[in-house]
């Protein structure tokens, strides 16, 4: 059995029962109780499952393996993102230089940065399109193009990054999760993000509550690296990690 069919099996044993021991995984797969392990290590690290003591149980957070299309994104959500955008651009002053990730709630942004004296650089082809149109300035950092989120990503974005020391930087996200910290579905975004983090003063992640106890592929940063700017947040421990505003 290829190891996709057992955490198929796995996963879907989890979801009936919440939990699972070894024994009764190796019963459903027929894999010996090191590849079991070793799958539930795998799993783990993914954010699919809370490895326990003889088995697993289910991870709070919802995992998500794949990332909607830009448009279907900027559907969701609409009113609580404008609340998000408006805040964070309240937050750059005229002297600072500032990162904008590439996203559908970082993108908002622009709409409230007319006549920002700032400088900008972003990885996102939409935030470059509306610096372009309001007349701010901006930078782009090159690198691959990625289909579907119109984010620059890849080794020569890594590189482009490494010339800026930023005052703020505003990341969009996926999910968030106190194990997992901040997750985005794809390495390479994440890699992008997280650079960008590193070079910057202070990093904001703009997120609405449905991305709150979610799980994606690729972690970013722990809680504690960035702050959070949100519409409503579901739950209240999430403050014992890092500073929340609700706006």
């Keep these: 059995m290829l190891a996709e069919q057992r955490f198929e099996l796995i996963l879907r044993e989890l979801n009936a029962s919440r939990a699972a021991s070894v024994p009764r995984l190796c019963e459903l ?20 499952l809370n490895k326990v003591h003889g088995g697993a149980v289910l991870t709070n957070g919802e995992f998500q393996g ?3 299309d830009v448009g279907t994104k900027t559907l969701l959500h609409q009113e609580e993102k404008e609340r ?3 805040y964070a651009a309240s937050l750059v002053d005229d002297d600072d230089v500032v990162y904008i990730d590439a996203g559908t ?30 007349e701010l300035r901006g930078h782009v950092v090159g690198g ?39 997750t985005t579905p794809d390495p390479e975004e994440a890699a992008v993000k997280r650079k960008a983090s590193q070079r910057a003063y202070l990093t904001y992640v703009l997120a609405d509550n449905s991305k709150f106890e979610k799980v994606t ?20 421990s999430y403050l014992e990690h890092t500073i929340i505003k609700e706006v």
């Design 29 to 48: 797969t027929g894999a010996s109780e090191a590849t079991i392990r070793r799958d539930l290590n795998t799993l783990a690290r993914q954010g699919r």
């Design 66 to 68: 794949e990332e909607p």
């Design 84 to 86: 998000i955008a408006r």
């Design 105 to 134: 709630t970082t993108v908002r942004m622009m709409e409230h940065l007319r006549g920002c004296k700032a400088l900008f650089v972003t990885n996102g082809v939409a935030c470059a399109q509306r610096l372009l149109e309001l």
């Design 144 to 182: 691959w193009l990625k289909p579907g989120t119109g984010a620059v990503v890849g080794a020569e974005a890594l590189e482009g990054l490494e010339r800026y020391n930023f005052t703020k930087t505003f990341l969009g996200i996926n999910g968030i999760t106190v194990r997992q910290g901040f």
């Design 217 to 236: 592929a690729a972690t970013v940063l722990p809680l504690e690296k960035a702050s959070i700017i949100t519409d409503r947040l579901p739950d209240r």
